[in-house]
């Protein structure tokens, strides 16, 4: 079945780094455009980056343009996102998603009705 697993999660300072995992399996991940989204606690779930499978970076939320790059690496089925500059705003819950007949190049993305979705990393920013 389809699996998700998000990891890198955790506590850092402001300004610090954190890369993200979503480790995937189940599916043709090479064929398949991955999102990522993020949950504020008491805030809607928001799309952050979206990457389509033939490794086109798309942006969603202005807040994290020229601080936040998504890539992939088909060989190990594996999306990342490398997070810098944080901000105390940008704590969260980061999940990872995917479905097969949605796509980030779409004037709709991000969709929040994804197929499939990770069980979330906790992401802290705080001194």
């Known amino acids: 079945q389809v699996q998700l697993v998000e990891s890198g999660g955790g506590l850092v300072q402001p300004g610090g780094s954190l890369r993200l995992s979503c480790a995937a399996s189940?599916?043709?991940?090479?064929?398949?455009?991955i999102a990522w989204f993020r949950q504020a606690p008491g805030k809607v779930r928001e799309g952050v980056l979206c990457?389509?499978?033939?490794?086109?970076?798309?942006y969603y939320t202005d807040s994290v343009k020229g601080r936040f790059t998504i890539s992939r690496d088909n060989a190990k089925n594996t999306v990342y996102l490398q997070m810098s500059s944080l901000k105390p705003e940008d704590a969260a819950v980061y999940y990872c998603?995917?479905?097969?007949?949605?796509?980030?190049?779409?004037?709709?993305?991000?969709?929040?009705?994804?197929?499939?979705w990770g069980q979330g990393t906790q992401v802290t920013v705080s001194s």
């Open positions: 189940g599916f043709i991940f090479d064929s398949h455009d």
């Open positions: 998603a995917t479905d097969s007949v949605k796509f980030c190049g779409d004037a709709h993305w991000p969709f929040y009705d994804y197929d499939f």
């Open positions: 990457i389509s499978s033939n490794d086109h970076s798309s």
